[in-house]
C-alpha cells in the first residue's frame, strides 16, 4: 500500500500529478497521512488510493497535508537585500511606466510574497505579485494575512510598525502590501494553464521547492521557470538549490553575499546542459585510451612501401 501512494504522486500524468518525490525514509510518513485521509472519507486505504487518482479534490486535500512548509518575514536576508539593492531598481530602470511582475511559486504562507511587497513599497516601485501554491491552507492563512510572533521573529521593528497592525495576540499586514499581492491555488508541475505564459515576468521566486521534486519533474519546471521569466528577469532558488546540470538558460550572478540567477538576454542559443565533472573525466580518458591504441598500431605497421 505505501509503494503505491509512493509511486502514485510522481508518476501520474493528470490533474492530480503532485511531482513530489519521496524516499523510503518517509513511507511510513505517506501511510499514515493515506491512512488519516481514508479514515476520513470512510474508506479502505485502497479505495482512498482510487478516489485519488479520480478525483482532484483529493488531490488536494492530500497536498493539504504533504506540503507544509515553515517559513518567515525576510529568511534568508542576503536574497532580499539583492532584490532590492540589485534587482528592483534594475527592472524600474528598464522598463519605466509599468509594474515589476513577480511570481512567487510555492508562496506558502505568503511570508515571503509580503516582504517582497513591503521592500518594493519602501523603495516606491510599482509591483503586481502573483503567489501560488499547492496547499489551500497555507493560502488561507496567507490571505487572511495575521502572524504570529515566530513568523516575524526577523522582522526589524520598524518594519513591524510601518506595515503591521496588532490584532489580538497577531499581527496584520497592512491593507496597502496585501493588495499588491495575489494568492491563488494552482500545480507547479501542470505545464497547462497560464502559471507559466512565456515572459509573463520579470522576478521569479521558487525557493526551496524543486528540491522535492521528482529529477524529471524538476528538470520540466526548470524550463517553464527560463520560458516564463522575460530576458534579463531574475530567479531566487533555495540556498540548497542549483540550475547546474537543469538548464543553461541563466547566468548565475553574485549580489549582496547571495547567489541569483539572470535570464539570458533573447537569441541566446539555448544549449543542453554541460556535462559534469565525472562525465568530463571518463570522455578525457576515452580520448587518452583511444589515441594510445593508435599510437600503438602506428607502431605496429610496416613503414610504406616495405614489404611483408
Not at 522598463?95 to 511570508?111: K, T
Not at 501560488?132 to 522582522?155: C, F, H, I, Q
Not at 538548464?247 to 539555448?270: C, H, M, N
Request: some cysteine; aromatic content about 8%; charged content about 25%.
Amino acid at each position: 500500500m505505501r509503494h503505491s501512494l509512493r509511486e502514485l504522486l510522481p508518476g501520474r500524468r493528470g490533474p492530480n500529478e503532485l511531482g513530489l518525490r519521496f524516499d523510503d525514509g518517509r513511507l511510513g510518513f505517506l501511510g499514515e497521512v493515506l491512512q488519516r485521509r481514508a479514515d476520513a472519507l470512510g474508506l479502505a486505504p485502497a479505495a482512498c488510493l482510487v478516489a485519488l487518482a479520480l478525483d482532484p479534490r483529493e488531490a488536494w486535500a492530500l497536498a493539504e497535508e504533504l506540503t507544509v512548509g515553515e517559513t518567515y518575514f525576510f529568511r534568508d536576508g542576503d536574497q532580499f537585500r539583492a532584490l532590492a539593492e540589485i534587482v528592483l531598481p534594475d527592472l524600474q530602470g528598464r522598463q519605466p511606466g509599468r509594474p515589476v511582475n513577480i511570481l512567487s511559486a510555492g508562496c506558502s504562507s505568503g511570508e515571503a510574497a509580503y516582504t517582497t511587497a513591503m521592500l518594493a513599497d519602501a523603495a516606491c516601485i510599482d509591483v503586481a505579485i502573483r503567489a501560488v501554491d499547492l496547499n489551500p491552507a497555507v493560502l488561507r492563512k496567507a490571505a487572511l494575512g495575521r502572524y504570529g510572533g515566530w513568523s516575524l521573529r526577523e522582522t526589524p521593528p520598524a518594519v513591524q510598525q510601518r506595515w503591521f497592525a496588532p490584532q489580538g495576540r497577531d499581527m496584520a499586514v497592512s491593507s496597502a502590501i496585501r493588495r499588491a499581492v495575489r494568492f491563488e491555488q494552482g500545480n507547479l508541475v501542470e505545464p497547462e494553464g497560464d502559471i507559466w505564459l512565456p515572459r509573463a515576468y520579470d522576478v521569479i521566486f521558487c525557493r526551496n521547492v524543486i528540491m522535492y521534486f521528482t529529477p524529471a519533474t524538476r528538470q520540466a519546471v526548470v524550463e517553464r521557470i527560463a520560458d516564463a521569466l522575460a530576458p534579463g528577469g531574475y530567479l531566487f532558488l533555495g540556498h540548497a538549490e542549483t540550475l547546474r546540470g537543469l538548464s543553461d538558460a541563466f547566468t548565475l550572478v553574485q549580489a549582496e553575499g547571495t547567489f541569483i540567477y539572470q535570464r539570458k538576454p533573447a537569441g541566446a542559443r539555448r544549449r543542453r546542459p554541460s556535462p559534469g565533472p565525472t562525465a568530463i573525466a571518463g570522455r578525457r580518458r576515452r580520448l587518452r585510451g583511444a589515441a594510445g591504441r593508435r599510437r600503438s598500431l602506428r607502431r605496429d605497421q610496416p613503414p610504406a612501401g616495405a614489404g611483408s
